[in-house]
């Protein structure tokens, strides 16, 4: 039987080897582990398309479950509260509660007395809200020795109002010290939006977790560890060929080894890195490049052509020159690019691309 390709160039799913990662596992373990106040408790995770958040989060999800907490998705949508206390808390109620089930007399008979009917009504009737629910499913799970690990990605997918009543119960909890945790994960820009909203003060108490390029080393290790689970091997030229050109980027460390992988017999060298690169930078332009600038402002868009068609890193003099506006409009276009994750400051006054081989697509799509 053939091996199976080890590498997974796949958003959302972990690879077989995860690399740079483990600081914030552990940080956030400890957290569930010290008990109510510690800061990892409440994480916020950003990064762009492809840095790994989602991996994260499933990361930290395993490391709750190890630890007897129960993870819980919290869907990022319209339906987020409603599918909260209609399915998702109840569900976990009815697996975990010694009180899921009631027992209400209906129906019988006592000896010489006949039949007897008995019906039970609640005098003050009440409907089961986010807060009771969420109060209801912590304490539970604490009294059986766990808590409450709440994840939800793809934030900027979520309503504002919607959050702020998520937040407001779980904030009534942690009053409580009972034992809750949230992790979110989103895109930068879109989270700096969403934070400027009033209803989601207390995600910006949450400890941030920006995701930031992988050493060298690791990138290399990674490389390394997860051809050899697929029988073959990357030499020490190719490692660091390899290495060098996912500039750190976890997706391209995936997409990268996926397709060396496959070109190779049993040794991947510097020229199986060579013939996968053009394949690879295609595939990102597709996968990676094109939904990153889906939605970007004309005006922002041409500030990133002009860095396409300079030096890089690029000075912002340069670029505010060449699209004719004040130094003031720049740097509105400029922070709002950061925000995105597409660009990144490069020192005192310049700027670089964010996204590996960013400026080679738009030089294509220039071209086109």
Do not use: C
Request: glycine share 8%.
């Amino acid at each position: 039987m053939a091996p199976r390709n080890p590498f997974r160039p796949t958003f959302g799913i972990v690879p077989e080897v995860v690399a740079g990662r483990s600081g914030t596992v552990a940080q956030v373990s400890l957290a569930l582990d010290e008990g109510a106040g510690s800061p990892y408790r409440f994480t916020l995770i950003s990064g762009a398309r492809g840095s790994g958040k989602t991996v994260l989060l499933n990361l930290l999800e395993k490391e709750a479950r190890a630890r007897g907490w129960t993870p819980l998705r919290v869907t990022a949508a319209g339906t987020m509260l409603g599918k909260l206390t209609q399915t998702d808390l109840p569900k976990l109620l009815a697996e975990h509660s010694p009180n899921a089930h009631r027992t209400q007399v209906t129906g019988g008979s006592l000896p010489g007395l006949g039949s007897l009917s008995v019906t039970r009504t609640q005098r003050y009737p009440y409907q089961e809200s986010i807060h009771s629910l969420l109060r209801e499913a912590v304490t539970t799970l604490d009294a059986r020795g766990g808590g409450l690990f709440l994840s939800l990605d793809e934030l900027q997918s979520a309503s504002p109002e919607h959050l702020h009543t998520l937040t407001d119960a779980i904030q009534d909890v942690v009053r409580d010290e009972l034992p809750i945790a949230l992790t979110v994960a989103g895109l930068p820009f879109e989270i700096a939006e969403l934070l400027d909203h009033p209803g989601t003060t207390f995600l910006r108490r949450a400890v941030p977790v920006p995701l930031t390029a992988l050493p060298q080393a690791e990138v290399e290790a990674t490389l390394r560890d997860t051809a050899l689970r697929g029988n073959k091997h990357f030499n020490d030229e190719a490692a660091r060929t390899a290495a060098k050109a996912t500039q750190g980027y976890p997706y391209l460390v995936q997409l990268l080894g996926s397709v060396a992988w496959a070109l190779a017999d049993k040794e991947i060298t510097p020229a199986t890195i060579d013939t996968a690169l053009p394949l690879v930078i295609e595939r990102m332009g597709l996968q990676v490049h094109a939904p990153a600038l889906r939605g970007v402002p004309e005006r922002e868009r041409e500030y990133l052509l002009h860095m396409a068609g300079g030096t890089r890193p690029m000075p912002t003099g340069e670029i505010a020159a060449a699209m004719k506006i004040p130094a003031n409009q720049q740097s509105t276009y400029r922070r709002r690019l950061i925000e995105r994750g597409l660009i990144a400051p490069a020192g005192y006054g310049r700027v670089d691309f964010a996204l590996p081989y960013l400026e080679e697509y738009l030089r294509g799509v220039e071209g086109d």
